[in-house]
């Protein structure tokens, strides 16, 4: 469970509210950011516009930056300071390592605020303003955040259905409790091996590695000059597809080269990623993506290469002037370059039985494009059905996974047609690659469930049973401890300052506050069930030390009080009070197991 904490800001109220022009901007035409709702009834109608406004910039700036806040923050004080000016505390379950970014963007976002409600909505402002929010907050805090275009989708995926998540550092993160815990960075778990991740990043060694199993692999050869490229396209015989050897998403490659003078644009293109150049004879077909979890293939997209969609009416100049417009109004981050009306365009075009000029049927989807790739994005949308594949295709996705010891993999294969058997056809495996796509695209999405099913078989949570009170409470605690181990649970108890482990036996933690020793606890993989025993009101300041408890026992001994409350008129009474609302927060813990079970 994650820590509350709080900070706050000063700020000064606008005299005027420009309502219709920042909805445009926040949630319509401009970012899109999420609207989330809040609890501001007692408040000036405008303060509390400006206040969701405020807030609602702030989760949708750091979402997409890739720092997890699925849950909108609280304003917890709020306090005039003169005329127009207040100062807001806001609380904030803390994002383990993520403090510092989320103290930096709040402000930021407040400026960012104003600027919206001072700018007209236009697109020559949109891209003044993005490129403004990229270079203070996007790049600053997606750097902080560490995290991929997986990350986020497959944490609220997690937050959706009561997995508990922790940031270890990095863009690592451990979900789930004690022996059920898996480790994820991005798509890839704790089972996917270093050394998978070192094969699968040399397109020449994955390929050695496939010809030696009998898979269908790439006949190629290395080069590093212009010179030894255009030998190696005369042995291959063209066309050929040229690439940059150790790198991933279609970067730098090529294909359909066919003559040196394409094959010297080939190589220059190449060399900027790498100095490892492979020149590959090309395989005709159909690039598709089989995403492999687990020795079973989730997903297969069809990654073909960008594309324009006809409205009916354009001709393809227009089309493609409609959509560098389209990005232009995409943020900074999300946005794709323009498609020129260069060479690759135009042959893209030919090949088709078009030109700029044509005006194509509505709804028809126009190459642009050679390759898809980073560099120029992609048309992925195109679900294939798994059970239209040929089983012989799907088995051979999942042996290229486990022959470079890959548990998440995203295997490339190349081939005409998915319902024969690849061993009928020219068929290739060009790559297989590291922490594969997973939430983003249809397909990914709609693996999200099975995914998850796979990665926590038996759940995602251990039992914890919590005991409130003093000798009698830890008493009572050994005593459930060991009936949970004659059951065959390794089970450890554990207070604010003793730990017995499965063996009833001390186990050392150098923690000071239950809190701590809870999150340490919940960590190791040999522990299947865990007990707490409450026995002061370090709740009340530490945060929550879970999210969910099983069973709750209440002995009639009051814990004890580190600190006066200010209400209480005697000792006795200020015990009655925090003990009664520390049962009840627990009480709330086990309502929230029962919804969510």
């Known amino acids: 469970m994650h820590r509350c904490f709080r900070f706050s800001v000063e700020f000064n109220l606008p005299h005027t509210l420009s309502l219709e022009l920042i909805n445009q901007w926040v949630y319509e035409s401009g970012f899109k950011w999420g609207r989330d709702s809040y609890a501001f009834e007692r408040l000036d109608p405008r303060l509390a516009a400006y206040l969701s406004y405020w807030l ?11 720092v997890p806040m699925f849950q909108a923050p609280m304003i917890r004080k709020l306090e005039a300071r003169g005329l127009e000016r207040y100062c807001m505390t806001i609380e904030i379950r803390e994002l383990d390592g993520f403090e510092p970014a989320l103290r930096y963007a709040l402000p930021l976002c407040g400026e960012l605020l104003i600027t919206l409600n001072q700018t007209n909505f236009s697109l020559e402002n949109f891209v003044k303003v993005g490129e403004w929010v990229h270079e203070k907050l996007y790049g600053p805090l997606k750097k902080a955040s560490f995290s991929g275009v997986s990350t986020i989708p497959i944490l609220r995926y997690a937050y959706q259905h009561s997995i508990p998540f922790k940031h270890l550092g990095k863009g690592i993160y451990r979900l789930g409790y004690g022996h059920l815990a898996q480790t994820l960075s991005k798509s890839a778990t704790q089972a996917d091996s270093f050394l998978g991740g070192s094969i699968s990043e040399s397109k020449q060694l994955s390929a050695q590695l496939f010809r030696a199993l009998g898979f269908p692999a790439a006949q190629h050869q290395v080069i590093s000059t212009v010179d030894e490229a255009k030998q190696a396209a005369k042995d291959l015989g063209f066309p050929v597809v040229v690439k940059p050897e150790n790198s991933n998403r279609s970067e730098g490659v090529s294909i359909d080269i066919d003559s040196e003078l394409s094959l010297e644009t080939a190589y220059t293109l190449a060399k900027k990623f790498s100095d490892k150049i492979l020149v590959e004879k090309q395989c005709a077909g159909i690039t598709y993506r089989f995403f492999v979890f687990q020795d079973e293939v989730l997903y297969v997209n069809a990654n073909k290469p960008r594309v324009v969609v006809a409205d009916g009416q354009s001709s393809i100049e227009k089309l493609l ?53 980073t560099q120029w994005g992609s048309h992925n949308s195109h679900n294939v059905e798994l059970c239209s594949i040929h089983p012989e295709n799907l088995k051979l996705a999942v042996r290229a996974a486990q022959s470079v010891h890959l548990t998440t993999a995203g295997v490339d294969i190349i081939c005409e047609d998915l319902t024969q058997p690849w061993f009928e056809q020219e068929c290739l495996i060009p790559e297989v690659n590291f922490s594969p796509m997973l939430g983003v695209s249809p397909a990914s999405i709609l693996a999200l469930p099975r995914y998850f099913a796979k990665l926590f078989p038996n759940g995602a949570r251990i039992s914890i049973e ?42 050392y933690l150098p923690f000071e506050t239950l809190h701590q020793r809870a999150q340490a606890l919940l960590s190791w993989q040999q522990v299947t069930a865990l007990i707490l025993v409450i026995q002061n009101d370090e709740m009340l300041r530490e945060g929550k030390p879970v999210d969910q408890v099983s069973r709750l026992s209440i ?30 927060l627990y009480k709330q813990l086990v309502e929230n197991a029962v919804t969510q079970a």
């Not at 609602?56 to 890739?66: F, N, Q, W």
């Not at 999300?334 to 509505?362: F, H, M």
């Not at 209400?567 to 520390?582: F, L, N, Q, R, Y």
């Open 56 to 66: 609602d910039i702030y989760k949708g700036v750091l979402l997409e930056s890739g």
């Open 321 to 373: 002037e409609q959509d560098a417009l389209a990005q232009k109004l995409t943020v900074p981050w999300k946005r794709k370059p323009a498609i020129p009306k260069d060479s690759e365009t135009q042959v893209c075009l030919q090949e088709q039985g078009l030109s700029l000029e044509s005006v194509p049927e509505l709804g028809s989807l126009i190459q642009v494009r050679k390759v898809a790739s």
């Open 466 to 507: 919590v005991f409130i009170g003093q000798s009698q409470a830890w008493e009572m605690a050994q005593q459930r401890q060991l009936e949970k181990l004659q059951q065959g649970e390794s089970c450890y108890l554990t207070s604010h300052n003793k730990t017995l482990n499965s063996q009833q036996q001390n186990e």
């Open 555 to 584: 002995t009639d001994e009051w814990i004890e009080c580190a600190q006066p409350y200010a209400v209480a008129s005697s000792k006795d009474e200020h015990k009655s009070h925090t003990h009664t609302k520390i049962v009840e």
